[in-house]
């Protein structure tokens, strides 16, 4: 008898395969003594070898497979293995306590969880889920058990788990995984990402799904399921005629799929004759290869963070300098919208000295660390500059609060260019330089921003958790950390407004410019430039294709009226309901 579940659509597609219970057994540690210490020691170190050789491979897996910017991730959990402090607090519970290393290791880990789950910064509490799979995969190497490996499913596979760490999908069959379920996460947890990423369908949060298939099933592994990527269904041992129904929507999607790939390359055309230009979003000079494949105009945000955080120092001029030239050169004479350094909050750098804030979202990051340690931003001013001889470069200044932090660090970009002017170094001495529209104080002044700006490009996701006062990793309040909230939206528009008062390109580079729902509404309120994940922009130049510029305008000014998200969507979903019809649209 099939049993029905519905959890959260997380990526698009349909699959219809086995079952793959990916289940970790937990490691037995007991506490045994242990006759020398030294040996206990060499032990931990050698295993914490072994680990530290296994996560350089799974990164390179992962920068190879999905692209640099997911691979990063590898970075900050083997800082966390090298970590000297972790190391001497296990060796102290060794000397102390005269135990094995596994023991040892699993306390002193525990200390450490804890101490970071407690803390304030959320970077640092993120880390402690790290710390989780690291140590996981730590003692497994000293207790010389075997890691359990994705790479090992069999063909048809739809993994099924309570979570999945990044390391379980680093070395993912790609050939015979279908796609994935898990008990927990959201639109935002590394699961939803990765699958995003590697175009496999995906539903999170059901959290009584392995229950449910252990309940008929010993084994698990031999029952078929069904998934859903586009509504968040789920079908345990599916009948014959769910198998047939599910068969057609997924030849119904496929098709249409292969469809949008049509769209890739075409302009961006509006029925009434607007061109709009549709970019990606990009961490590594590695994540090219989707931008170009799906068709985007150019890059409208280039997250240069990436580098700095790959490195054990900071990267020099001329490291810089070949990572910005390689995709300027690559996007041949398309717009490349470079961001400066972007650290902080949710981003750390081993090799710079950061400190424990309480509030890190709105302490010392990005612009606010450049303008205090200007060396930093005056070498990557540097090898921007020298980028641009070779393409069509923009420079975008991220945190911006205040015109006053905007004049400084053109100053400095200023001082830049005398230097190479001087050096007889070449450079595109009409780059230009722009800003994120990320905080309330830009929106409020607007116009003043513009008319010392190149260009805007709104960052929805800090957009919406500054206006809000909400923070968008909590999940706890996730549904008021929302782009539809109707004060979002009227910053938005404001922000368009002053840009265009001062005649000067506003583009978007947050998630909502590739949300579908929400195209018709920014191109309603005039947003020039949409930036989002290559993935999408075929969708996003198709959808644009079939609008007209006057009926969007009308949209916009009837959702700007609205009181509430929800009121915003219904909107939004009645307009989309309309224009599939064909119907006319009045207001």
């Not at 009227?490 to 005649?503: E, P, Q, R, T």
Request: hydrophobic share 40%; net charge negative; charged share 30%.
């Amino acid at each position: 008898m099939e049993k029905r579940i519905t959890g959260i659509a997380v990526s698009p597609g349909i699959a219809i395969g086995k079952v793959y219970l990916f289940e970790k057994k937990e490691v037995e540690i007991n506490k045994c003594p242990c006759k020398n210490p030294e040996e206990e020691k060499a032990k931990l170190i050698e295993g914490r070898n072994k680990t530290k050789e296994q996560l350089q491979k799974i990164r390179e897996t992962t920068a190879k497979k999905v692209s640099e910017e997911k691979a990063a991730i590898f970075d900050a959990h083997i800082t966390l293995l090298e970590d000297e402090d972790l190391l001497q607090e296990v060796n102290d519970i060794i000397n102390d306590e005269k135990v094995s290393a596994d023991y040892a290791l699993s306390r002193g880990i525990e200390v450490y969880r804890q101490i970071l789950s407690d803390v304030q910064d959320e970077y640092l509490r993120e880390r402690a889920g790290d710390l989780a799979d690291i140590a996981d995969r730590w003692i497994r190497n000293l207790l010389g058990e075997k890691i359990l490996e994705l790479s090992e499913v069999p063909e048809n596979s739809i993994i099924v788990a309570r979570d999945l760490t990044p390391s379980d999908t680093a070395n993912l069959n790609l050939e015979n995984t279908l796609g994935f379920i898990t008990e927990i996460g959201g639109r935002t947890s590394h699961t939803s990402i990765m699958a995003r990423s590697l175009e496999i369908p995906a539903v999170v949060g059901i959290g009584s799904i392995i229950k449910e298939i252990k309940s008929m099933s010993n084994k698990g592994n031999d029952l078929s399921i069904i998934l859903n990527g586009n509504t968040g269904g789920v079908i345990i041992e599916p009948t014959e005629k769910s198998i047939e129904e599910c068969k057609k929507l997924k030849e119904e999607f496929d098709k249409s799929r292969a469809l949008l790939k049509e769209y890739a390359h075409r302009d961006a055309i509006s029925k009434d004759g607007t061109k709009i230009r549709v970019y990606a979003n990009i961490g590594s000079p590695a994540d090219l290869g989707g931008a170009l494949k799906n068709g985007a105009d150019g890059i409208g945000l280039y997250r240069t963070e990436f580098l700095f955080m790959e490195n054990t120092d900071f990267p020099t001029e001329e490291e810089q300098f070949k990572a910005y030239k390689e995709v300027v050169e690559a996007m041949s004479g398309h717009t490349v919208t470079i961001r400066t350094m972007d650290i902080g909050g949710d981003k750390h750098l081993p090799y710079l000295d950061m400190p424990i804030e309480e509030n890190p979202a709105l302490g010392w990051r990005a612009l606010r660390i450049c303008l205090d340690k200007p060396a930093i931003i005056k070498t990557q001013f540097r090898a921007l500059l020298r980028a641009s001889a070779f393409g069509k470069v923009k420079i975008m200044l991220p945190m911006i609060v205040s015109i006053e932090e905007l004049r400084k660090a053109k100053a400095i970009f200023n001082d830049c260019k005398l230097e190479l002017i001087k050096e007889n170094i070449t450079f595109n001495e009409s780059l230009e330089l722009g800003i994120m529209i990320e905080t309330p104080s830009v929106i409020f002044r607007a116009e003043s921003f513009a008319r010392e700006s190149d260009f805007f490009s709104i960052g929805t996701n800090d957009l919406t958790q500054y206006t809000l006062a909400s923070d968008r990793g909590n999940e706890k309040i996730a549904s008021i950390c929302d782009p539809y909230n109707p004060s979002v939206l009227i910053a938005i528009k404001m922000a368009i407004d002053g840009a265009h008062s001062s005649g000067i390109i506003i583009s978007m580079c947050g998630e909502l410019a590739g949300d579908l729902l929400a195209v018709p509404l920014l191109f309603g309120l005039g947003l020039d430039v949409f930036s989002m994940s290559a993935i999408s922009i075929p969708e996003v130049k198709k959808m644009i294709i079939s609008l007209d510029k006057a009926e969007c305008a009308m949209l916009a000014k009837r959702v700007l009226t609205l009181s509430t998200s929800e009121e915003v969507k219904a909107e939004l979903l009645r307009f989309m309901e309309i224009h599939e019809r064909g119907d006319t649209i009045s207001y």
